[in-house]
């Protein structure tokens, strides 16, 4: 995991190629990006579930059977 230094050096870094105007815009994008990616995750999370239960349920119908 990256120490306060080297945050602190990154940060520098980033400040000076966009400059403090786009900050903003890049922070919101981010946003976006990681909010759409754990909606992707949990959409996926849901889907498999559901395949799983479908399978416990078809294969109690054959033990019944």
Do not use: C, H
């Amino acid at each position: 995991m990256l120490q306060g230094p080297e945050l602190l050096l990154i940060a520098l870094i980033i400040f000076v190629i966009f400059g403090l105007g786009k900050l903003p815009q890049i922070s919101k994008g981010l946003a976006r990006l990681r909010l759409n990616f754990e909606k992707g995750v949990a959409e996926d999370y849901i889907e498999v579930s559901s395949e799983t239960d479908e399978e416990d349920e078809e294969s109690d119908e054959e033990e019944k059977s």
